[in-house]
């Protein structure tokens, strides 16, 4: 494991002698214990991993701009998030772990969830993609998901809490009915899509959610 810090964006990577690797998008650095369950999911898979964190949350996870949850409003910075990702950070570090033609896959978690979808739909970049209680109630996101003619990325993996609908906040009382849009939309669209409803609540707990993640999108490699 080494980590380095890339324009104020904070990167774990685990390297591995192997053509796939997976990118984690985090909404913070995970703890050590954490990162050591990485580093065995890595070898036990075969691949590189890639946790990063620190991004610009609510700006550069979000696809267009819509009210936040509190106050004021989301960025919708995601094109320009998505550039830098494909092609200064992924560029550079594929290049320094000397990986000849990867496959990539990612995975986020929360609003990074809505983004790695998102992203994956946008262009054939990605093998595969995982949303862990992905925040598919962004303002428009089912709309413009029906409105795709095409999927960048057809193999899809979607998880959520079982009590992330029990939420006080108006905001999110919709989870459950916009994940299963998502999750029709992209079935109707010809997507492969493994979806899951798992113990606990937004987000809670991250690290068998992250492994449930990395077993359905590399567990047939």
């Known amino acids: 494991m080494t980590s380095r810090t890339y324009h104020s ?5 685990v390297s591995f002698d192997s053509s796939s690797i997976i990118y984690i998008l985090l909404p913070h650095r995970l703890p050590a214990e954490e990162l050591t369950a990485i580093e065995e ?33 989301f960025g919708g910075r995601a094109s320009q998030f998505l550039d830098r990702l494909k092609g200064d950070i992924i560029f550079n570090l594929e290049s320094s772990l000397q990986i000849r033609n990867p496959k990539r896959y990612l995975i986020g978690l929360s609003l990074a969830g809505l983004f790695s979808v998102w992203a994956g739909i946008k262009k054939p970049f990605f093998e595969g993609v995982a949303a ?4 598919f109630w962004y303002d428009g996101f089912a709309d413009w998901l029906m409105k795709q003619e095409e999927l960048g990325c057809v ?12 939420t006080k906040i108006k905001r ?39 492994e449930k993640s990395v077993v359905s999108l590399l567990g047939n490699q």
């Open 9 to 13: 964006l904070h990167l774990d990577i």
């Open 132 to 135: 862990i209680s992905g925040s």
């Open 41 to 73: 999911l890595s070898t036990r898979f075969e691949t590189n991993i890639v946790a990063i964190s620190e991004m610009d949350w609510n700006n550069e996870m979000t696809p267009w701009k819509a009210p936040a949850v509190k106050e004021g409003e």
């Open 155 to 166: 193999r899809f993996y979607i998880c959520m809490g079982e009590v992330e609908k029990e």
């Open 172 to 210: 999110f009382a919709s989870i459950e009915e916009d994940t299963m849009k998502v999750v029709e939309t992209l079935m109707i669209k010809g997507a492969e899509v493994a979806f899951e409803v798992t113990e606990g609540g937004h987000n809670s707990p991250v690290l068998p959610r992250i």
